[in-house]
């Protein structure tokens, strides 16, 4: 029995959802993954270069900081990286539509190891530019590559179960983070006293598990699928032609909201910095735990979205992201442990958590809205959008930091323009105002109209439709509404065999 028929015969997990059901269905979903060959080599390579990425997370502004970037010069650094992701995000997508994901994802990965190996030698930030086009290139696409092929070959009713589910193990994946302290110790131990060089040394980790990610596509080439026929041109096309106007909207809403995010995430490590004197390693328990309550939260979203509907959850979770923006607005500029600090741990990490789970709702919204031919070109398209606002983030962020904290902002008078304007507040205003326009786009029927497609039906397992429900089970009065539907069913049960593969 594989494990699409054990997932498949699952019993249902009801209507009380918690998380331990929620487990229990990633866990289904984990099995799929590792258990059918075509998927197993592309997400074990995806994990391990993931992981390896996670554990240099924490230093990588310090590091560029110590190579003497300043913050402007981190906002165009992430501003190359996002470009090329934007770019090449839908070139990408249409690949692994017409031609496979296998190729698209080894060259990709390929231009990902070469960055990675730049920015560990770079001494300017030349060179560090010409890193981040690199894995702008390569790192940014690689999960909405597979995303995509995977969401084209499962059932639309396990569109969103897929989405969430990848995304909780690319954020599981990140408490790697939670290794930084050790590695850094461990390195001082090893004779690496001096700050850049040791810098370097947990930068290039990210080079070797990148790498040996590599290995893993190139070995597992012949296991990963069958080659198959590729998808015509044309039937590509009118695929993607079938994308509607809801789809465009979401995409652009998605947008916006990683603009919010990317700024308050690039800022994040400056703002502790520059107000408490933090470092790497407060930065590197901190980030971590907000991957980790991040991650439970994103387990959650599905029952969420079973009590309340979608548009409910994803505005209630926009006005919890610009409600906790408050942590990133309190300013201390001392390192003794006060009411500030407090502050921003209790808030400012719970409002990434919203605006990051934020995110991942709206870009299950948006999937449900395009044809699952055309999933490949689809998240190509919305990582492009997620890496616009990305850049749109990234430079945005810093340049009104650098207005908040020069001297022009400096206002002596305790005015509430001063106040907002000063000690590096503005980003954060302007990201609350961004978040305010959130939850107006929110109020379009677009996301009731996707709602019945991210609720799950009688069965709350890894299929969500139960194959073979009878017409009264359904509700359908109507029979011809009735076949309709037991057709279409059928149709997206088709069993996950060799034939139906189109990895390569």
Request: aromatic fraction near 8%; proline fraction near 5%; charged fraction near 15%.
């Amino acid at each position: 029995m594989t494990a699409m028929d054990t997932a498949k015969d699952a019993a249902p997990l009801g209507t009380r959802w918690n998380l331990r059901e929620q487990i229990g269905v990633q866990r289904e979903l984990l099995t799929i993954l590792l258990s059918e060959p075509r998927f197993r080599t592309l997400m074990l390579a995806l994990w391990l270069s993931d992981f390896g990425s996670s554990i240099h997370r924490p230093v990588i502004t310090f590091f560029f900081l110590q190579l003497g970037a300043t913050v402007m010069d981190i906002g165009y650094l992430s501003f190359f990286m996002g470009t090329a992701s934007m770019i090449l995000s839908p070139i990408y997508g249409w690949m692994v539509d017409s031609r496979g994901v296998l190729k698209p994802l080894l060259l990709s990965a390929l231009s990902c190891g070469f960055g990675c190996l730049i920015r560990a030698i770079a001494s300017t930030p030349v060179h560090l530019i010409t890193a981040q086009l690199f894995m702008g290139i390569g790192g940014s696409c690689q999960w909405s590559m597979v995303k995509g092929y995977i969401a084209s070959e499962l059932p639309h009713s396990k569109r969103a179960l897929l989405v969430v589910g990848l995304r909780a193990q690319m954020t599981l994946l990140t408490l790697g983070s939670f290794l930084y302290p050790a590695l850094d110790s461990g390195l001082q131990l090893l004779g690496f006293a001096d700050k850049l060089l040791r810098y370097r040394a947990e930068v290039g980790t990210c080079a070797i598990f990148c790498w040996v990610g590599i290995v893993i596509l190139i070995a597992g080439c012949s296991t990963a699928g069958r080659p198959s026929d590729p998808k015509p041109q044309r039937h590509v096309e009118q695929s993607v032609s079938r994308c509607s106007f809801d789809f465009l909207v979401a995409a652009g809403t998605l947008s916006l909201v990683s603009c919010c995010q990317s700024a308050c995430r690039t800022l994040w490590p400056i703002y502790i910095k520059f107000h408490f004197g933090w470092e790497a390693r407060s930065f590197a328990f901190l980030s971590s735990t907000n991957t980790l309550l991040f991650s439970i939260a994103l387990a959650m979203y599905p029952s969420w979205t079973q009590r309340m509907s979608q548009r409910q959850v994803l505005q209630g979770l926009a006005w919890l992201s610009l409600l906790t923006l408050f942590g990133f607005c309190v300013g201390a500029r001392q390192q003794s442990l006060g009411l500030p600090h407090l502050l921003h741990v209790f808030l400012g990490v719970p409002s990434l958590v919203f605006v990051g789970v934020l995110t991942s709702g709206i870009e299950i919204a948006a999937s449900l809205c395009v044809p699952a031919d055309a999933q490949g070109w689809a998240m190509g398209l919305l990582n492009s959008a997620q890496a616009a606002g990305g850049v749109a983030g990234s430079l945005l962020g810093p340049a009104l930091w650098t207005i908040s904290i020069s001297e022009v902002a400096d206002v002596s008078a305790p005015s509430l323009v001063g106040v907002l304007l000063s000690e590096g507040r503005l980003p954060f205003v302007v990201t609350a105002a961004a978040l305010l326009l959130c939850v107006m786009l929110l109020q379009c029927p677009l996301w009731q109209r996707a709602e019945h497609t991210a609720q799950p039906g009688n069965s709350t397992t890894i299929d969500m439709v139960p194959i073979g429900c009878a017409t009264e089970d359904l509700g359908f009065d109507d029979p011809e509404n009735a076949k309709g539907h037991r057709q279409a069913n059928e149709d997206e049960n088709l069993p996950l065999n060799e034939e139906n593969s189109k990895v390569c």
